[in-house]
Structures are given as structure tokens and as C-alpha cells.
T-cell receptor
Framework: KAGVTQTPRYLIKTRGQQVTLSCSPISGHRSVSWYQQTPGQGLQFLFE???????NKGNFPGRFSGRQFSNSRSEMNVSTLELGDSALYLCASSTEAGGLNEQYFGPGTRLTVT | DQQVKQNSPSLSVQEGRISILNCDYT??????FLWYKKYPAEGPTFLISISSIKDKNEDGRFTVFLNKSAKHLSLHIVPSQPGDSAVYFC?????????FGTGTSLTVIP
């Protein structure tokens, strides 16, 4: 069974631009969560989607948004990029009944904002 | 506000010895705790977990201890192997809210 895939793996953007990241979950997984990893803050929860609906949301500004498609693929969008948005963005998928321990992470997208 | 803290950014241990990674939390509502391991260029992978109703959980070389009164969690790896070298994240959940620590980079020296 293929793992969680994220595209692109690396991205360089300039301040003020917007960016869209993509995540394809493991086949059969309907929940997709997004995390931001920075050296000083560790992994911070952005949001979780299940059946095309945002089910949980972390404490991030409205510039961070996401969506999920009917095939469970998910995209995350960041508008008006700031230097502090430079981070590794990880997505994780799990089954409908999956708890935190059943999350499977992708390799991440490394975003650099200049 | 960091609700889950890993105060040691790095740890070095000789092969065969015990590795002890520590994690502190502030929210008494957390009821489930996990450890993840992360290699460079890969996403975190689940290692071991413990419910708040227990104080110890063991899986092979890995043991997690929970001290609820101290709001402290630790991961013991015995014996440590070079392949254990990675970044370890502790995580805690309360309902549907997930919180991760900042990670501890473990280096096991052959």
C-alpha cells in the first residue's frame, strides 16, 4: 500500500505570495491532518479534514486554509506569505476511526519564504 | 504557549546504553500520550503510546513512563542502537486537540 505523498517536496516563495501544497493520503484513509514544523515550535497542528469537511482547527491565522476533495486528497493554502511561514509542512492521514497513534505522516513540503 | 515541552534539544548515548528522553506537559486534561520518531527527509512515525490510566507501557526495547502528578513523560530505549539515531517527538491529546513537543535529537554513538 502506497504511503502518504506530498507535493512539491521543496518550494521557494517570496513574501506576499500565496502557495498551495498537496497531500495524497493512504488509500482508504479519509482523515487528513496538516502540521507545521519549525525548529523552535516543534509540530503545530493546523487543521484536520474528514469527508471534505474541516473537523478540527489549530490556532493559526486565517491566511492558512485547506480543503479536501471527494477522493480524500487535501490541499493547504497559505496566502500573503510571511518570512515566519518558512517551515516543513507535514500532512498525516488516518482511517475514520483512527486515533492520534494511527496517523501516518508524509515526508513533508519544505517551504522557504524569502 | 507550548503545552508540551521537550527541554533537551539533543542527547548523545553510547551504543548498548540506555537512552532516556523526557517530556513535560502543562495541561492536566491530556489523556493520551505518544512518542514519534523522525528521520531526516521523512515524516514522523509512531513509536509507542500510553493512556493516562497507565503509568508504564513497554514494547520491546522501548518503554514509556507517565508520571501524572509531575506531568512528566519519559521514553527509555534499552539497549540503544545506532539505528535509533533520530529526532524524537512526544505528543499529547485531549479530545481532538493534538500537541507536539519541539523534539529531541538522539545520537547513538557506535
Amino acid at each position: 500500500k502506497a504511503g502518504v505523498t506530498q507535493t512539491p517536496r521543496y518550494l521557494i516563495k517570496t513574501r506576499g505570495q500565496q502557495v498551495t501544497l498537496s497531500c495524497s493520503p493512504i488509500s482508504g484513509h479519509r482523515s487528513v491532518s496538516w502540521y507545521q514544523q519549525t525548529p523552535g515550535q516543534g509540530l503545530q497542528f493546523l487543521f484536520e479534514y474528514f469527508s471534505e469537511t474541516q473537523r478540527n482547527k489549530g490556532n493559526f491565522p486565517g491566511r492558512f486554509s485547506g480543503r479536501q476533495f471527494s477522493n480524500s486528497r487535501s490541499e493547504m493554502n497559505v496566502s500573503t506569505l510571511e518570512l515566519g511561514d518558512s517551515a516543513l509542512y507535514l500532512c498525516a492521514s488516518s482511517t475514520e476511526a483512527g486515533g492520534l497513534n494511527e496517523q501516518y505522516f508524509g515526508p513533508g513540503t519544505r517551504l522557504t519564504v524569502t | 504557549d507550548q503545552q508540551v515541552k521537550q527541554n533537551s534539544p539533543s542527547l548523545s548515548v553510547q551504543e548498548g546504553r540506555i537512552s532516556i528522553l523526557n517530556c513535560d506537559y502543562t495541561n492536566s486534561m491530556f489523556d493520551y500520550f505518544l512518542w514519534y520518531k523522525k528521520y531526516p527527509a521523512e515524516g514522523p512515525t509512531f513509536l509507542i503510546s500510553i493512556s493516562s490510566i497507565k503509568d508504564k507501557n513497554e514494547d520491546g526495547r522501548f518503554t514509556v513512563f507517565l508520571n501524572k502528578s509531575a506531568k512528566h513523560l519519559s521514553l527509555h530505549i534499552v539497549p540503544s542502537q545506532p539505528g535509533d539515531s533520530a529526532v524524537y517527538f512526544c505528543a499529547a491529546s485531549a479530545g481532538n486537540q493534538f500537541y507536539f513537543g519541539t523534539g529531541t535529537s538522539l545520537t547513538v554513538i557506535p
